[in-house]
């Protein structure tokens, strides 16, 4: 698919990888909106690439959802993509030892990352794809996933989350295909982005370093250039793209 | 019967044709489900170059519904 003068809209395009994916979608001529629950940064995004039309969105919330898909279909009268970017870091163990004893992981974080990272992902593309429906539009799902898919340790929620996304996105493509609607997924290894460094230390990230065979992260800029990659082969769809530097987990 | 019809709807719901009738519905066929009626409205839009409104998706609940709504839009046997 070509971008120029695409109706795109992506999830959490104000930091890390969704920036650098925000950046190359203006530079191929997409009409872009994004959604994210940062309003400084949105307002910043804004003033940095002029054109791009923001929503303050919390991507748990279907009728915050609902309203954001709402509002950038009635401005463009169609939406040609979808980018499920927006999403949260979160590492802890099942169980582990605590000061006062045996903790377990607790049920308010696990719900949290599920509810961003994978329902998040559910109530935007339903929205975004009913109105595909409703124009018969002939459009494109990206969901961002993680290698942490297959079951990462000391992620329990995450793994989970970006499984389901996954998931999803084999399933979705076998129900919209006929439609002429692709669903595809990339999944980054781990990249030098801003919620990396805040989740794990540099110690954890030395560890990380040494057992990718390229020996280092993966940059926001390659993994936007995957998402760019996939939404021109018109005939990838249905599976997720790894893009981890050789790193298995 | 429509040729065209009949042959387009047996491709889809994987029947001879001559199990396609005007009497089959949708509610008496295992296969066409929710699903397969998205399918069948984005072929039926494409093969005879056409535009279904919302009513006539929720009318189309049988092969002669379907022929009549076909019909009323100028398309013939
Ligand atoms: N950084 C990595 O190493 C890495 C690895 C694998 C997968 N990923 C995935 O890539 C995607 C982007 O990650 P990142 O590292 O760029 O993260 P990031 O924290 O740098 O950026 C995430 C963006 O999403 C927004 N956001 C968070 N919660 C939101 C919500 N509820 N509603 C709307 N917006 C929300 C944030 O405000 C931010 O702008 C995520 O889905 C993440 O899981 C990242």
Request: contains cysteine; glycine residues 8%.
């Amino acid at each position: 698919m070509n971008l120029e003068k695409k109706s795109v809209l992506l999830t959490g395009g104000v930091a890390g990888i969704g920036r650098e994916i925000a950046q190359k979608l203006m530079e191929r001529g997409a009409c872009l909106a994004v959604a994210d629950i940062n309003p400084s940064g949105l307002e910043q995004l804004a003033a940095e690439l002029p054109g791009c039309v923001t929503y303050l969105c919390d991507i748990s919330d279907p009728t915050q959802v609902d309203e954001c898909v709402e509002r950038w279909f009635e401005k463009q009268g169609h939406i040609d993509i979808l980018i499920n970017n927006a999403g949260i870091l979160f590492n802890k163990p099942l169980v582990r030892f605590g000061p006062g004893g045996v903790e377990k992981h607790d049920a308010a974080s696990w719900q949290k990352v599920i509810d961003v990272n994978l329902s998040g992902t559910f109530y935007m593309t339903s929205s975004v794809a009913a109105k595909m429906l409703q124009k018969r539009t002939r459009g494109l799902i990206v969901n961002i996933s993680s290698i942490s898919a297959a079951g990462n340790r000391g992620q329990s929620a995450y793994s989970a989350a970006k499984a389901g996304v996954n998931a999803l996105t084999a399933t979705w493509a076998k129900e919209l295909g006929v439609m002429g609607i692709r669903v595809v997924g990339i999944a980054p290894g781990y990249s030098d982005t801003p919620s990396t460094h805040k989740v794990l230390s540099e110690d954890m990230l030395r560890q990380i370093k040494s057992e990718v065979p390229l020996r280092r992260l993966g940059r926001a800029e390659e993994i936007a250039n995957g998402v760019m990659a996939v939404i021109e082969n018109d005939f990838f769809n249905g599976k997720v793209l790894a893009l981890d530097g050789g790193m298995v987990i | 019967m429509n040729d065209k019809l009949n042959t387009l709807m047996a491709d889809l719901l994987r029947m001879d044709s001559s199990q396609v009738n005007d009497e089959l519905t949708m509610a008496e066929s295992d296969v066409w489900d929710s699903l397969k009626h998205m399918e069948l409205i984005v072929t039926l839009e494409d093969e005879f170059d056409l535009e279904l409104s919302p009513e006539d998706i929720i009318n189309m609940m049988s092969v002669k519904a379907i022929r009549e709504v076909l019909e009323r839009k100028g398309i013939k046997n």
